[in-house]
């Protein structure tokens, strides 16, 4: 399909008239949500650090959030406003920053992702429910499956699970994503594990035809489950993530419950 046909699909800067409304809100409540967060760095590029946000107790499953913006833009801290539902009654959630393309490769993001996991879990002594937005949702799922002794569930909100379009879209062109950048890194063609009832994929109703086929792509094929979110989109999503009393919300506590019983019934046996 053409170029202009894959940017239908996945160009919101294009396709959202309130797209750059959505980022200057996201900025502006999460500069002025106070939060007593720690830095913690798992590599010596200034990008490479994690927000960690209360103290979780050993053994229990600490929620982590993962940005979007395409693996080339956007920042963890504009996020901060969806980490208060995220960290939910136990009060601790980790907020994971990763270095951009073209700076760095598609596979070197991927292992900034597992390095950061890895490192929040051998300190904190935790499992991990990764939450990921937009590419974000992408790095959620890939951590679920390469790291599968650490993150017990994953979320992808508005995820990418199968990147093979993205070499015919604007960021060929942007930040020079081809082919042979994609091997090996779509959830879609690499998820080998028995199944995936431990990945939720939510995806709002409004969001482009590509976006609903990959969700419900993955979940068919590898047996996760889809959740659509009624009156929102891309970027609007989030908002519903943050709402606590969004049925969005409400399905995400859930879901990180059920990976803490969960883990608690097989460690007890």
């Given at each position: 399909m053409t170029l202009s046909y894959w940017n239908s699909q996945f160009q919101f800067t294009k396709l959202l008239p309130d797209?750059?409304?959505?980022?200057?809100?996201?900025t502006a409540r999460s500069d002025a949500l106070w939060l007593d967060l720690r830095t913690i760095s798992y590599g010596p590029d200034a990008r490479q650090v994690i927000e960690m946000m209360g103290t979780p107790d050993a053994g229990t499953?600490?929620?982590v959030f993962i940005h979007g913006g395409y693996w080339r833009a956007l920042t963890a801290s504009v996020h901060r406003y969806v980490l208060p539902r995220l960290a939910g009654q136990a009060g601790a959630v980790a907020n994971l920053e990763y270095r951009l393309l073209p700076d760095v490769t598609l596979a070197e993001i991927i292992e900034d992702a597992l390095t950061g996991l890895s490192l929040i879990a051998a300190q904190t002594g935790c499992r991990l429910v990764v939450v990921g937005h937009s590419a974000g949702g992408h790095l959620a799922i890939m951590s679920a499956l390469r790291l599968p002794d650490i993150v017990v569930g994953a979320v992808g909100v508005s995820g990418i699970y199968d990147l093979t379009p993205l070499q015919w879209s604007f960021l060929r062109e942007e930040v020079g994503l081809e082919a042979h950048d994609l091997v090996g890194h779509s959830p879609q063609e690499n998820w080998n594990t028995p199944d995936a009832s431990h990945v939720l994929l939510a995806?709002?109703?409004?969001?482009?035809?590509e976006f609903h086929r990959q969700a419900q792509q993955f979940a068919t094929t590898h047996g996760a489950r889809v959740i659509t979110v009624p009156d929102c989109h891309h970027m609007t999503v989030l908002d519903v993530l943050a709402d606590p009393k969004s049925g969005l919300s409400h399905e995400i506590q859930t879901f990180i419950q059920s990976t803490n019983i969960g883990r608690s019934s097989t460690s007890g046996s």
């Amino acid at each position: 399909m053409t170029l202009s046909y894959w940017n239908s699909q996945f160009q919101f800067t294009k396709l959202l008239p309130d797209f750059q409304d959505c980022l200057t809100r996201m900025t502006a409540r999460s500069d002025a949500l106070w939060l007593d967060l720690r830095t913690i760095s798992y590599g010596p590029d200034a990008r490479q650090v994690i927000e960690m946000m209360g103290t979780p107790d050993a053994g229990t499953v600490l929620p982590v959030f993962i940005h979007g913006g395409y693996w080339r833009a956007l920042t963890a801290s504009v996020h901060r406003y969806v980490l208060p539902r995220l960290a939910g009654q136990a009060g601790a959630v980790a907020n994971l920053e990763y270095r951009l393309l073209p700076d760095v490769t598609l596979a070197e993001i991927i292992e900034d992702a597992l390095t950061g996991l890895s490192l929040i879990a051998a300190q904190t002594g935790c499992r991990l429910v990764v939450v990921g937005h937009s590419a974000g949702g992408h790095l959620a799922i890939m951590s679920a499956l390469r790291l599968p002794d650490i993150v017990v569930g994953a979320v992808g909100v508005s995820g990418i699970y199968d990147l093979t379009p993205l070499q015919w879209s604007f960021l060929r062109e942007e930040v020079g994503l081809e082919a042979h950048d994609l091997v090996g890194h779509s959830p879609q063609e690499n998820w080998n594990t028995p199944d995936a009832s431990h990945v939720l994929l939510a995806i709002g109703d409004a969001e482009t035809p590509e976006f609903h086929r990959q969700a419900q792509q993955f979940a068919t094929t590898h047996g996760a489950r889809v959740i659509t979110v009624p009156d929102c989109h891309h970027m609007t999503v989030l908002d519903v993530l943050a709402d606590p009393k969004s049925g969005l919300s409400h399905e995400i506590q859930t879901f990180i419950q059920s990976t803490n019983i969960g883990r608690s019934s097989t460690s007890g046996s």
